[in-house]
């Protein structure tokens, strides 16, 4: 592969970190997908099949902690199975209107007004939606992580292969 096609990856992978902490691009799967496109360069070879078997498993880590971790804090906190959906459907309306913070201000709304509509208790919503944002931040730390291991092992394979 050459050197102009690792720098493309190189920076493709870096707008994926930024990704994972600034929702504005598909973090985690930018990182994977660049990973993926080295890996095949060249005609792959093992060590970088085996190397992209774990990157693979790093993103599905992350993308599963995303689903799961806001969803046991929602459930902690007695909110409805709705309430997740609604905050996932605010948090994508608010990407599209606030770029940065819409996100997690969607995710919030969403999860705030699903827990007061079902039990009328301000403290308890705002209970609630605290422990869902926490969820949530936890949840975009193992993304960091889990990309910021995909591009050490890019960088591993890179003195391989």
Known sequence: MSALAELAIAIVMA?????TVVPVVPGIMLVWFAGFVWTIGDGGGSARWVLFFFMTVL????IASSIVLPAR??????????GNALGA?????G????PVLGVPLGFA????LAHFATNRDLKASVTATTQSLKAFGVSMLVHAACA????????????LT
């Open 95 to 98: 990407f599209f209107i606030i």
């Open 73 to 82: 804090a929602t459930n902690a906190a007695r909110l409805p199975r709705w």
């Open 109 to 112: 709304s969403g999860v705030f």
């Open 59 to 62: 993103t599905g880590i992350a």
């Open 15 to 19: 707008i994926g970190l930024v990704g």
């Open 148 to 159: 910021s291991v995909i591009v050490a092992l890019w960088l591993v394979g890179l003195v």
């Open 89 to 93: 459907l605010l948090g994508i309306v």
